[in-house]
T-cell receptor, first 114, second 113 residues
């Protein structure tokens, strides 16, 4: 099993550009989520999904869109990148949406918005 | 609201010293889960331990041990005989609601030879 994979590893964008961060898992996990990590702030939840076709907002959803058409994939879209979105983005998955299931993280995508 | 506080921003120790990383949490839920993750310099997040609110037994795994005390809302992490490879940022996290992990701000541990 590859676990949770993310592409790209690193991306530079100009303000206003759009892009999609890819996340995939091969563990047949129901639950997937996106977090961003900023210095001194820990990780904060952007969006999450409890199963294919179901998504919801986390703590910092503004500027991001998600969809979940398959169990395996959970892409994160930046519609119009802003410098404030410079961050490290982590995708995570767990076997269920029940509170307490361990979430496993991908390697992260480092995004720089100029 | 849920909150996790890791008051220690950075800790420096010399190899073979013991070190304790503090974690204090806030929640109104009676059922909750606590986690520790390690983020080495390579950047990935590595799961270390999960503990539910009904199990206050301390846990030991090799040089790692965890002390969970509901009375003080703390879930502290101790590394015994630290090694250089333990150098990393360590995050404490609280699970509430629908699998929403609330993270502390992390503690950077530097272990020098």
């Amino acid at each position: 099993n590859a676990g949770v994979t993310q592409t790209p590893k690193f991306q530079v964008l100009k303000t206003g550009q759009s892009m999609t961060l890819q996340c995939a898992q091969d563990m047949n996990h129901e639950y997937m989520s996106w977090y961003r990590q900023d210095p001194g702030m820990g990780l904060r939840l952007i969006h999450y999904s409890v199963g294919a076709g179901i998504t919801d907002q986390g703590e910092v959803p503004n500027g991001y869109n998600v969809s979940r058409s398959t169990t395996e994939d959970f892409p994160l879209r930046l519609l119009s990148a802003a410098p404030s979105q410079t961050s490290v983005y982590f995708c995570a998955s767990s076997s269920g949406a029940i509170r307490g299931e361990t979430q496993y993280f991908g390697p992260g995508t480092r995004l720089l918005v100029l | 609201a849920q909150k996790v506080t890791q008051a220690q921003t950075e800790i420096s120790v010399v190899e073979k010293e013991d070190v304790t990383l503090d974690c204090v949490y806030e929640t109104r839920d009676t059922t909750y889960y606590l986690f520790w993750y390690k983020q080495p310099p390579s950047g990935e997040l590595v799961f270390l331990i999960r503990r539910n609110s009904f199990d206050e037994q301390n846990e030991i795994s090799g040089r790692y041990s965890w002390n969970f005390q509901k009375s003080t809302s703390s879930f502290n992490f101790t590394i015994t005989a630290s090694q250089v490879v333990d150098s990393a940022v360590y995050f404490c996290a609280l699970s509430s609601g629908f699998q929403k992990l609330v993270f502390g701000t992390g503690t950077r541990l530097l272990v020098s030879p």
